[in-house]
Nanobody, 126 residues
Framework: QVQLVESGGGLVQAGDSLRLSCAAS????????MGWFRQAPGKEREFVAA????????YYSDSVQGRFTLSRDNAKNTVYLQLNSLRPEDTAVYYC???????????????????WGQGTQVTVSS
């Protein structure tokens, strides 16, 4: 089992920044990567970004590329999602998830992740 705890959400204005954190505990040695997804009211959960533990390779959705940055601290089993130049359309519940498959083939799909955090709300006002 892997436990994930997100933090750092909040209410900001358009153009502001936030940093989300996700702390992992438990059988973290079995995870290949960590990902972030988000879900807005009435919409499907969508991929935001992912990072591999071993070499820190990062993957982003087109909608956040260039604005969001994902990093990791292996010693703390924690990943950080820096959200810059926030837009009202970024408003959603953001979820951290643990990816236990080998290889990156399922990295951008929710089905590739076995463990999920409780989510943290990000609200961007215009």
């Amino acid at each position: 089992q892997v436990q994930l705890v997100e933090s750092g959400g909040g209410l900001v204005q358009a153009g502001d920044s936030l940093r989300l954190s996700c702390a992992a505990s438990g059988r973290t040695f079995s995870t290949y990567a960590m990902g972030w997804f988000r879900q807005a009211p009435g919409k499907e959960r969508e991929f935001v970004a992912a990072i591999t533990w071993r070499n820190g390779a990062t993957y982003y959705s087109d909608s956040v590329q260039g604005r969001f940055t994902l990093s990791r601290d292996n010693a703390k089993n924690t990943v950080y999602l820096q959200l810059n130049s926030l837009r009202p359309e970024d408003t959603a519940v953001y979820y951290c998830a643990a990816y236990n498959r080998y290889g990156v083939g399922w990295l951008r799909t929710a089905e590739g992740y076995d463990y999920w955090g409780q989510g943290t709300q990000v609200t961007v006002s215009s």
